[in-house]
């Protein structure tokens, strides 16, 4: 089978294997408000200065905490964010 092919059954399915997404479950049982706390600090208002600084600079993850989600028709494949 040429490449060519092959990339035509992929864009004539929509298919994307190559493509990957994240997910991220929380235990946290105070989440949602924790997330809307977050998420309002980006409202706009006239004096708010929001500052994200990456805490782990140098920490390589050699290994994931969720195994990877199985790629399912029309979805990518997903793994944890750390």
């Not at 059954?9 to 049982?29: A, Q, Y």
């Not at 989440?31 to 990456?54: H, M, N, T």
């Amino acid at each position: 089978m040429s490449w060519h092919y092959a990339a035509r059954i992929w864009r004539d399915g929509n298919l994307k294997p190559h493509r990957s997404g994240t997910f991220k479950i929380s235990k946290d049982p105070a989440f949602a408000e924790k997330v809307a706390y977050i998420v309002g600090l980006y409202q706009p208002a006239r004096w708010r200065c929001v500052l994200s600084v990456d805490e782990k600079t140098q920490v390589q993850a050699l290994n994931r905490t969720q195994p990877v989600l199985l790629v399912a028709f029309a979805t990518t494949e997903k793994r944890t964010h750390d």
